[in-house]
C-alpha cells in the first residue's frame, strides 16, 4: 500500500490495531527534544529522544490473504484521516515475496543493531565511537538495499521512491536487470535506478 511519507507509521498503527497484519521496515533517529532552549544558552548538553522513522516513506505492506477485507477498509470513513492507496498490478492487488523483502528486513536489522549501539553508548567517547561506527552501518544499509532483485516486464508502468527529483512521476520500464532497471520518463529522460526504489503504479481507491 502506498500513503503520504509522513503518514506511513500512523497508518501501519491503525492498520495494525484493526486486526490486519501490517509492516514496514523502521529505524530510530536521535533528535534534540523539543523546549530546551534555555539549556542551548547556557551551554548544556541538550537531551535528545528517540523518534521511529520509516526507512522506505510512504509503503506499508499487509499480509497476503486480507486484500478484501482492506480494499473494505480503505472505503471506510475511519481511513479519512490516513488515505491509502492499494497497488495493484493486471487488476489484482499486487503481491510481494519474502525474497523481495528480504534487504528491507536487513536494513531494519542493521538500523535496530544501529540503535542499541548508540543506547549503549554512556560516555562521550563511546558516543564518539558509536558515530563512527553509524557510518559503517548506513553504507552495511545500503549496501543490503541495493541487493534487492525484483522483476518487470519491458513496458511495464512504474514510479520511484526516496528520490525527490523523480516524485509524482511515471515511467516505463525498458531494461530490467534484477538489482535494478531502466526506466523510460518520456523523450530523452531515461535513468537507470536501484531495483529496491522501484514499484508499480498504484490504483488510487477513492473515499465514498
Avoid at 57 to 85: I, K, M, N, Q, Y
Avoid at 96 to 119: K, N, P
Wanted: proline fraction near 5%; hydrophobic fraction near 40%.
Amino acid at each position: 500500500m502506498r500513503t503520504n511519507g509522513q503518514k506511513t507509521l500512523p497508518l501501519l498503527d491503525m492498520l495494525t490495531s484493526e486486526g490486519f497484519e501490517a509492516w514496514t521496515p523502521r529505524r530510530i533517529v536521535r533528535r534534540p527534544a523539543p523546549g530546551q532552549g534555555r539549556r542551548l544558552v547556557m551551554g548544556q548538553t541538550r537531551r535528545k529522544i528517540e523518534v521511529p522513522v520509516p526507512i522506505l516513506s510512504g509503503f506499508v505492506f499487509v499480509r497476503e490473504g486480507s486484500e478484501d477485507d482492506l480494499a473494505r477498509f480503505a472505503c471506510s470513513p475511519r481511513t479519512s484521516h490516513l488515505p491509502f492507496r492499494v497497488m495493484q498490478r493486471c487488476g489484482h492487488a499486487a503481491l510481494v515475496s519474502e525474497r523481495s523483502v528480504a534487504g528491507l528486513r536487513e536494513a531494519q536489522s542493521i538500523a535496530d543493531a544501529e540503535t542499541q549501539a548508540e543506547r549503549d553508548a554512556e560516555t562521550r567517547e563511546e558516543a564518539v565511537r558509536a558515530r563512527a561506527e553509524r557510518l559503517g552501518t548506513e553504507r552495511a544499509r545500503r549496501k543490503a538495499l541495493r541487493q534487492v532483485r525484483k522483476s518487470f516486464a519491458p513496458g511495464d508502468r512504474v514510479t520511484v521512491s526516496d528520490v525527490s527529483a523523480l516524485a509524482g512521476l511515471e515511467g516505463s520500464i525498458t531494461e530490467s536487470h534484477g538489482t535494478s532497471a531502466v526506466i523510460d520518463f518520456g523523450g530523452i529522460h531515461t535513468m537507470t535506478v536501484e531495483a529496491w526504489r522501484i514499484l508499480p503504479v498504484v490504483l488510487r481507491i477513492d473515499q465514498p
